[in-house]
């Protein structure tokens, strides 16, 4: 109750404003809508050279035949991952808005930008959207899951059908502030496919939908439960952005 009229206030606050970006803060112009001019050329598309897996943008020279050092250890489950942009501003400010803002429209203008991601092969129903589930405590502070915001929103876009069978037991905390391996132990056995998935499933491939992809940990997680639990041929991550590989992290 207390926090559907606490999103209601900073709903009604955000709608007797003048209307602000989302990515700079700054007023938007007449004729523009969420995100302004600017902050839409500045966003950034990872660039290539990429990884063919996790699609990190590699150095020139460097091969790009096989997995980089980021994703060669992922797990099997997870195919590959593909993000729309890098999480640099202003697109790290857009994920911040979904997440904390209380702001879940903007989920409509990142999946526009999600939606050309995908293959025309994954177009068809052989294919179903899962979103990332968040852990119920924190679900419920927010009021909504962003990766169920953006999933739905790219289901409406695709026509793709929605399913919602993961399921994020409690605990684990943040992921921020954890190193990479460190990550990967916080994560591993943190979903489980909810009942009947294996039935809703039935053998058809998932696009994985998150807001952001950084080590690949969460993803691997929610892959293995879909895979090893519910059945799924194929996962592959679809994500907003990616953060860029930390340089002279460990394995580089
Ligand atoms: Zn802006
Ligand atoms: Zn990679």
Excluded at 5 to 15: E, L, S, V, W
Excluded at 35 to 59: E, I, K, M
Excluded at 169 to 184: D, K, N, P
Aim: hydrophobic fraction near 35%; charged fraction near 25%; charge should be positive.
């Amino acid at each position: 109750m207390g926090r559907g009229i606490a999103m209601a206030y900073r709903q009604a606050i955000h709608f007797l404003l003048p209307p602000a970006c989302f990515g700079c803060g700054d007023p938007l112009s007449p004729g523009e809508s969420q995100v302004c001019a600017g902050c839409r050329t500045r966003l950034r598309t990872p660039s290539f050279p990429q990884c063919p897996r996790c699609r990190a943008p590699q150095g020139t020279g460097v091969s790009s035949a096989r997995p980089c050092p980021e994703c060669r250890e992922w797990s099997e489950a997870l195919e590959d991952a593909r993000s729309a942009y890098v999480l640099v501003p202003p697109a790290d400010r857009l994920v911040h808005a979904l997440k904390y803002g209380g702001w879940p429209e903007i989920a409509g203008f990142m999946a526009d930008r999600m939606d050309p991601l995908l293959d025309p092969g994954e177009r068809t129903g052989s294919w179903v959207i899962v979103p990332v589930p968040t852990a119920p405590s924190r679900e419920r502070a927010r009021g909504y899951n962003q990766a169920a915001l953006l999933a739905r929103s790219l289901a409406e876009r695709t026509g793709l059908k929605l399913a919602n069978i993961l399921e994020r037991r409690e605990g684990g905390g943040t992921q921020v502030a954890l190193h990479r391996h460190e990550r990967r132990a916080n994560v591993q056995g943190a979903f489980r496919s909810a009942d009947g998935a294996r039935n809703r499933l039935m053998g058809r491939s998932v696009l994985l939908v998150d807001d952001v992809l950084t080590t690949g940990s969460t993803g691997q997680a929610a892959a293995e439960a879909l895979v090893e639990e519910a059945g799924a041929k194929r996962v592959r991550l679809i994500t907003f952005a990616r953060s860029l590989p930390q340089e002279g992290e460990e394995g580089r």
